[in-house]
């Protein structure tokens, strides 16, 4: 287990997604990156005004979006259609060769359809099984997959799925036959001490920070569950998450917040 | 050269897909066929109903959709988001290793925008090159490649691209390296003497009989460019044509048109 190679997850929120002069730029620098890569996307705002303009009413509770049949139909068609094949054939034109899934594809990523004792999710997923080996194989093959946050039930059911969760669990997954760093970009620069101060990046969070910085109420509400998130990822087996509009880039001066154990 | 494997290439045409009863039922059958098997479908007339829907007018020159910077958007939502994903949601629930393709994907289909004298023909791609190297890895890891109507021109944009063509031209460039049979399955059960009556079916052409038909005038207008695009595969290295509704079922009492040379 010495011999792991290095693989860098990348999840893009749908800031990026909605801006094509930050998101050309944002996979510029994603083709930069040597060695093994993954890129998860998040579906920005396309969804909703495509909803929108067929007449339906996005329904959200608890930041949730409620997932009826029509609703599933625009997310497929905007998530793996749209969004996911323009990013591959810009990827495609940066020389990375890229290759675009849902979870359905070759069963990359199986989830069960949530079951909430009070809330009807409609069609969501809970992620249940990575396909590792195929996936394997074909970043062994040179390809760069880049996956939606769609999944499937095995049983023909097609699911929405938490893009910052397809991220975690195919980190999770990945971290048995490779070295995985996880990098969150979203607008922000980091995981902020002052969420109106973008000058206020903590640049390091380890277990003992974070309990002193939420005992002091430094980080609270919101990024509470993603920090819980990213801690229970290193718990099983992630080497390091990366935080920030420009997490992903190595270079030293670059501002981001990282997360170990 | 003798050890070729067999492989079915089975191109589904838009009546089928807009018929979920037969979708489904015929998507039973392309699970059965063993050994090596790669899809294309077409889109249908939901990408139109989309169209539509949202406010646009659908323009056809000579049987071919305009395809503006609007409509491309539609299509690729429509077919490699929408109808690619349930297929292979469904390919997946009947125990296929289905993985859903556009030509980004993979650079697996490059193509050119297509350039023509009169007409602007929009977002339209005509096929370049197959990447039949990674089609082969992808065969041989048990992948059921299933293609949309999708290409792209290497820098980036998309591209709409006849599903015929597809079809025509992974079997030609496939036939390097297997022995290819191409199965054109749409709502008639083969190519008819009389195009009114579905027990008239010609159950064997060669160039010889295309010949003596065409002066005969009993195969005639939309028929005559479907054959000689067949008649090119075949001179190409495809090593079978079979055309109608159950066109890829191997049962010898299932009526089909063959094509041979």
Chains 1, 2 share one sequence.
Do not use: W
């Not at 029509?70 to 034109?93: F, H, P, R, S, T």
């Not at 903590?202 to 920090?227: D, F, R, V």
């Amino acid at each position: 287990m010495q011999n792991k190679k290095p693989l860098k997850l990348v999840k893009i929120g749908g800031n990026i997604i909605d801006n094509p002069t930050e998101l050309k730029q944002f996979l510029l620098d994603f083709s930069k990156i040597q060695g093994l890569k993954v890129l998860v996307h998040g579906g920005g705002k396309s969804a909703t005004k495509m909803a929108e303009s067929i007449g339906l009413t996005p329904q959200m509770i608890e930041g949730r979006r409620i997932t009826d049949a029509a609703m599933l139909e625009v997310v497929v068609m905007i998530y793996a259609g749209e969004i996911n094949k323009n990013i591959v054939a810009q990827l495609q034109a940066n020389d990375s060769n890229a290759m675009g899934f849902s979870g359905a594809d070759g069963n990359l990523i199986a989830s069960t359809k949530r079951n909430h004792t009070s809330i009807d999710y409609g069609y969501v997923g809970d992620v249940k099984k990575v396909n590792t080996s195929l996936l394997e194989t074909l970043l062994n093959h040179q390809i760069v997959p880049v996956f939606c946050a769609i999944t499937h039930d095995g049983k023909g059911q097609l699911l929405n799925t938490n893009a910052d969760t397809i991220a975690s669990e195919l980190a999770i997954a990945l971290s048995e036959l490779f070295e995985v760093t996880l990098n969150y970009c979203f607008e922000k620069p980091g995981v902020l001490f002052d969420s109106e101060d973008d000058s206020s990046v903590i640049e390091n969070i380890n277990p003992e920070l974070y309990s002193k910085l939420k005992a002091e109420k430094a980080i609270h509400s919101g990024m509470i569950p993603k920090l819980d998130n990213c801690f229970n990822s290193l718990s099983k087996g992630v080497q390091e998450i990366r935080i920030g509009q420009h997490a992903m880039l190595k270079d030293s001066d670059t501002v981001c917040t990282i997360i170990k154990l």
